[in-house]
Structures are given as structure tokens and as C-alpha cells.
């Protein structure tokens, strides 16, 4: 029986953390006090890209071997802290969002160890301020995530979109440009749209935009459907459920010939903190503009 219980405090606020000896990821060992202690030690990094964003929680209460569940409604039984936001146009939904590392460990606590946010915020839902690609390979291809995100990157690059990437935690990367706020979710879209075309039409070997994996014919699938109102993605420096706790952690552009898919795990997220520092500690510094990026996208001919 699982029964040693922490009390985590933040200000005036408690959250009695339960059953934190319970060995939720059994592969490695990793107890549910271990994931708490990991997400009120990433808070500070973490929350910038969390705060004010609806969020979906992948919960595991017993642990990751015994199955878990999607959770995007904000619960009756949380506390008045945790914030909340009433979004959607048919179907109305009262999202849970983390503000607080209270919030976070609070999360960590009820099982909610994979933590999935939109790309807009509360306060501006239909504009997004990030523009997401997802790189998601054929089986045991990561030398082709590998090569196709210096391509994405140059296009990026290219259209003056500041280009930042992170691991999924699973088998791909996600190359994210920070963005003005000033596109609704259909530009952004749009976008996404023509670059990927471009990309294809450039590397027609290496890359589609084919949904169906019977049609992709072991290429890369560029995947931009998280551009859309409503999608989530993994948030950076999420866990995953998956063996070994591996993180969607954001990386350096000169990691990218060197790193795993899966290869940054909890254990090892503080070490590479205290000597590389956050990766995406600037990502807010320059932002880019859907507008301008349609304008240069126009006028490139060497794509």
C-alpha cells in the first residue's frame, strides 16, 4: 500500500502530494514523487510556455504500465487556484491552465504526468503565437528528422521566422518559430500550407505531406495540423509515457547531428540545464510575422 505523503509549499499555497513512493514508469525505477520533484524543478523553464494556454492533461494514476487518459475538462474537485478558461464555438469546454509551479506539481500529483497546450493563449484563443512543424519519420529514420529539420530550418530562416527546436520524446523533433500574435489560426495555416508544398516540391525524395502512411512511401511526413484552433501540442519539457521518462526538451541547433529521439530523459534534464542553460530562453526575444513570411515566401525563386 502506497501511503508516504509530501507537503509541497508555495506561498500561501499547500499541495499535498500522496502515494509519492509509487513506481509510475517501471522500466527505470521512477516513482511518482520523482516526477513531482522533476516538475517543480523545471517550473521556472517551463512555465513561460505554459502560462495562459488551455491545456490537456495525460493522466496515469497507477503509473504508465497500467494505462492512462486523456483529461481537457477542469475538474469540480480543483481548487480555486488553479486557473480556468471556457473556450470552444459548438461544444463549450472549461480548461484547466498551469500558471504556477503549484499548479504544475498539483498536476504531477493527480497523475498528470504528459502535459499538451495549445499554440494561443486565454486572452487571444484565434491567434496563435507560435507556428509548429512536426517532423514525424517513418520507422527508424531519425537520420531523416535529422536532415529534413536543417531544411525546415533554412526555410525559416529564409522567411525571417526565428526557428527554435525541441525532441518530442517520441520519434520525431518539432522545429517552432515564436509569432506576433497578429494571424488568426486560418493564415497560420495557410502558411504552413506553402511552405510545406515548397519543401515537398524541393525534396520530393525526402519529404510529403501525405497523411496516410500507406502513401508516404518511407518519406517524411511534414506534419502542420497542430497549426489549427483548438490542437494541442507536447509542452517543452513535458515527460512522456513512455520507457525511460524521456522529455520533449528543447534543444540547440548544434545538437541537432548528435541527438536521439528519445534520448533526453528525466534523470538527465537538470545536468543538461546547469551546463547548457534553457535553449529557448530567448524565444520570445524576436517574433515573427505570418504576413511578412507570406510576402517572402512570394518572392523566393529558389524554392
Not at 30 to 50: F, Q, S
Not at 91 to 113: E, M, T, W
Request: glycine share 6%.
Amino acid at each position: 500500500m502506497y501511503l508516504y505523503r509530501v507537503n509541497y509549499v508555495f506561498g500561501d499555497i499547500t499541495v499535498a502530494c500522496t502515494n509519492t513512493d509509487r513506481i509510475v514508469f517501471p522500466e527505470s525505477g521512477i516513482t511518482k514523487g520523482d516526477v513531482i520533484e522533476y516538475y517543480r524543478d523545471v517550473a521556472e523553464v517551463m512555465l513561460p510556455e505554459l502560462r495562459r494556454r488551455p491545456l490537456t492533461i495525460e493522466r496515469f494514476t497507477k503509473g504508465i504500465d497500467k494505462g492512462g487518459f486523456f483529461q481537457k475538462h477542469a475538474q469540480k474537485h480543483y481548487p480555486a487556484w488553479i486557473a480556468r478558461e471556457e473556450l470552444g464555438t459548438k461544444k463549450r469546454v472549461v480548461y484547466p491552465i498551469c500558471d504556477s509551479a503549484a499548479a504544475l506539481v498539483y498536476f504531477a500529483n493527480q497523475g498528470g504526468f504528459v502535459l499538451h497546450v495549445w499554440t494561443s493563449r486565454r486572452e487571444a484563443p484565434e491567434y496563435p503565437d507560435e507556428l509548429v512543424f512536426d517532423l514525424d519519420p517513418p520507422e527508424g529514420r531519425f537520420d531523416l528528422v535529422q536532415q529534413t529539420a536543417r531544411v525546415v530550418q533554412e526555410l525559416f530562416d529564409q522567411l525571417a521566422l526565428p526557428a527554435f527546436v525541441k525532441t518530442t520524446g517520441s520519434k520525431g523533433l518539432h522545429v517552432v518559430a515564436p509569432l506576433d500574435g497578429r494571424a488568426t489560426f486560418d493564415e497560420v495555416a495557410r502558411l504552413c500550407d506553402r511552405m510545406s508544398r515548397r519543401l515537398c516540391a524541393r525534396h520530393p525524395e525526402m519529404l510529403t505531406t501525405e497523411f496516410y502512411k500507406k502513401d508516404r512511401k518511407n518519406r517524411l511526413y511534414l506534419d502542420t495540423m497542430r497549426n489549427s484552433l483548438g490542437a494541442t501540442i507536447v509542452a517543452p519539457y513535458s515527460l512522456r509515457a513512455r520507457a525511460g521518462a524521456p522529455v520533449s526538451a528543447p534543444i540547440g541547433w548544434d545538437e541537432i547531428e548528435t541527438i536521439t529521439p528519445d534520448g533526453i530523459k528525466l534523470p538527465n534534464v537538470r545536468l543538461r540545464l546547469d551546463r547548457r542553460g534553457d535553449p529557448w530562453k530567448t524565444l520570445r526575444v524576436k517574433l515573427g510575422s505570418v504576413a511578412a513570411a507570406h510576402r517572402a515566401l512570394t518572392g523566393l525563386t529558389e524554392f
